[in-house]
């Protein structure tokens, strides 16, 4: 998954202060038998010894049968060690440093492939940074309210704004839960306080909690650290985050059309669209503007991505922040 350099470096912290942890409880159970059990002390300091006299025995010639012997030797003294454990109450393998991970160590990684480990705490990073925008406590699927929406059938329509939003959250879900290489893209549009960022907010925390990278912000800010980007007034956390807007699983942006229109936000939106497409990125679009408003205020080769690359799922209703207010 492509997770930024900043949210990876906080699950790496995370597992170092696991290790940290997990060593430290180590050495204060090594304490505690050395204190109950002095002859394990001796018993480790002879082993250690052991380990240093084989290590050079190694790479000495004529040297099978010395090595057989110190092989012996260690056997003897971990099966008396394991044996004064055992007399005292204590399970054979107490003082050991046992990672948490089996897989990796604790290191993170096998080999070159990221681990699970590490990429579970990648994965709960990532949604304590969209819960700083996304406010997550509160925006699931689990808490979407159908009921806000009119069961009467609307006259341009011919469906109820009800029966519409079940069929968008129904799909949303199923976006959200087999999201993969293989998912589409998408683009809610409709008006104003239909629901169209708590869903999109939905799909971010559940597509980041199945593992995969997102990355979820307003046109603005998006086009607003590309353009910082260009003209040399970034910093570096603005240029990594311009790249994670790349290369991340799932992109959201939200709100668009309230980004103002120039020549760079229009060139740097065509260019973030295409791009994640060639790439076969996936990628989330909210937007208030009707079709007709999206034609005449972006390019052709824009349009024609979103028609034609991504599936359009259609709000309407009465705001239904609106509705809320009303009932208090």
């Known amino acids: 998954m492509a997770y930024s350099g900043k949210t990876i470096a906080a699950a790496k912290s995370v597992l170092a202060d696991r290790v940290s942890v997990r060593q430290a409880q180590a050495d204060r159970r090594l304490s505690e038998i050395y204190q109950r059990i002095p002859q394990i002390r001796r018993i480790d300091a002879e082993l250690r010894r052991q380990m240093m006299d084989l290590a050079m025995a190694v790479f000495q010639s004529d040297n099978s049968d010395a090595v057989q012997n110190m092989a012996a030797k260690n056997i003897a003294l971990q099966s008396q060690r394991a044996k004064l454990l055992a007399d005292a109450g204590y399970p054979a393998d107490y003082t050991d440093d046992k990672p948490v991970c089996s897989e990796c160590g604790d290191r993170g990684y096998v080999g070159s492939r990221m681990c699970t480990c590490l990429a579970e705490l990648c994965a709960r990073q990532q949604i304590k940074e969209l819960s700083v925008l996304l ?170 991505r979103i028609e034609g690359e991504y599936t359009t799922l259609f709000f309407f209703g009465e705001d239904i922040r609106v509705k809320k207010n009303r009932q208090f």
């Open 135 to 304: 406010k997550l406590g509160s925006e699931s699927f689990d808490n979407f309210r159908i009921d806000y929406y009119s069961p009467v059938p609307h006259p341009d329509y011919g469906v109820s704004a009800r029966d519409n939003m079940e069929l968008i959250y129904e799909q949303c879900v199923r976006y959200a839960g087999n999201f993969g290489k293989d998912s589409g893209n998408i683009c809610f549009r409709g008006s104003t306080g239909l629901g169209k960022t708590f869903l999109a907010a939905c799909i971010a925390r559940e597509v980041s909690n199945n593992g995969w990278s997102v990355v979820y912000d307003t046109t603005i800010n998006v086009l607003d650290a590309f353009e910082r980007v260009k003209f040399g007034s970034s910093t570096e956390e603005a240029e990594e985050y311009t790249e994670q807007v790349m290369s991340c699983d799932l992109l959201i942006l939200d709100d668009l059309g309230t980004e103002m229109k120039t020549q760079f936000t229009v060139s740097a939106l065509y260019n973030i669209i295409n791009t994640r497409l060639m790439k076969d990125k996936k990628t989330l679009l909210t937007t208030n503007l009707t079709l007709d408003e999206m034609k005449e205020r972006y390019t052709p080769q824009i349009m024609s």
